[in-house]
């Protein structure tokens, strides 16, 4: 898994430049990283050099970096001396946490740690904006309408754990004198999202009836469960405004990213249903039930306006919109 990224690599693709922010995105290649590397670009235009990396990269813009392979890390961080660090490492879901524990402890929380430590010693004055999730809360949610930053951390799986033990070690490092903003981002969707998550696998459904490439019988999992969802666009705006701002933050700071509003997954099915027109039978399917659910979570997300001026500006249907057309205007529709 390790992938040994010589300095004489990183001087050939990364050309030093006078900028005022120089911002490292470490897990840049996914769902979210490819969505904040466009804003950041949109957002900061020339005055920010913006070094994008991922363990496997799909396009020449992106570099090869492993977030466990240290020395790799350290490496990087000398030549670019960034003054921003995103880390967006992570196991995308719950499910694959659960097959892989040992991995969701090494990229949720050993290798964050690691990097804590790094960037106090070689970069002191850097800023870590470490991405963890709104599930830490776990079962703290069904307590409240709303989890707030002061809520108690109650994860109930290996991924809400893990992503809990590495939002506290970043605590504790903050502490320590690390300039770190640890963040809490709840459910987030949007174009180019695979089928892993809920939204997607109901619109790629229905993106396939339209096709005629499967019959009108939709599968689905727990329609009872209540999320809080946002539009990705949304939630990597949130993390501009954070970069943005953040030498007029205190570190440490917890910031819930997050709508305020609970959805059922059966609001979100009836709403795509709604938008796709097309008729369909609904079936249960055991698979996609998960082992450990929370029938409710929902987030507050009044000190992120507060400090920084966000908001959520899409609405749901839109974003629901565009996760179908972007499945139907693909050339093939991805089959289970």
Not at 91 to 119: C, F, K, T, Y
Not at 159 to 181: I, R
Not at 187 to 210: C, I
């Amino acid at each position: 898994m390790k992938q040994t990224l010589r300095a004489s690599n990183i001087a050939k693709s990364c050309e030093p430049m006078t900028v005022d922010r120089r911002i490292l995105i470490l897990g840049g290649g996914g769902f979210v990283g490819t969505h904040l590397h466009t804003a950041l670009k949109d957002h900061f235009g020339d005055n920010a050099r913006i070094i994008n990396t991922t363990r496997s990269p799909q396009d020449q813009g992106t570099i090869a970096l492993d977030l466990v392979d240290t020395e790799a890390v350290r490496e990087m961080i000398r030549h670019e001396r960034p003054t921003h660090v995103i880390n967006l490492v992570g196991i995308a879901s719950p499910v694959e946490a659960r097959r892989d524990p040992a991995l969701a402890w090494e990229l949720h929380a050993l290798a964050p740690d690691r990097l804590g430590h790094m960037l106090l010693a070689e970069m002191p004055d850097s800023w870590l904006l470490h991405v963890s999730s709104g599930l830490i809360y776990g079962r703290a949610a069904l307590e409240v309408d709303r989890v707030d930053e002061t809520s108690r951390l109650d994860p109930i799986d290996t991924y809400s754990m893990t992503k809990a033990a590495g939002d506290l070690a970043m605590g504790v490092l903050a502490s320590e004198g690390l300039n770190c903003l640890r963040l809490r981002p709840f459910n987030h969707t949007g174009p180019r999202q695979t089928e892993d998550f809920v939204v997607p696998a109901f619109a790629a459904q229905l993106a396939r009836m339209k096709s005629g490439e499967q019959l009108p019988t939709l599968k689905v999992g727990n329609l009872s469960a209540v999320r809080d969802f946002l539009d990705v666009r949304d939630v990597v705006d949130a993390y501009v405004k954070l970069i943005e701002k953040s030498d007029a933050l205190e570190s440490g700071t917890i910031y819930n990213i997050a709508s305020g509003h609970g959805h059922s997954m059966r609001d979100i099915l009836d709403r795509l249903v709604e938008i796709s027109d097309e008729p369909v039978t609904i079936e249960p399917d055991p698979t996609r039930l998960r082992p450990s659910d929370l029938p409710r979570i929902v987030g507050d997300a009044s000190a992120l306006s507060r400090d920084t001026g966000w908001a959520t500006r899409r609405q749901l249907n839109q974003t629901l919109a565009d996760v179908l057309n972007g499945f139907r205007s693909s050339k093939t529709v991805q089959s289970e």
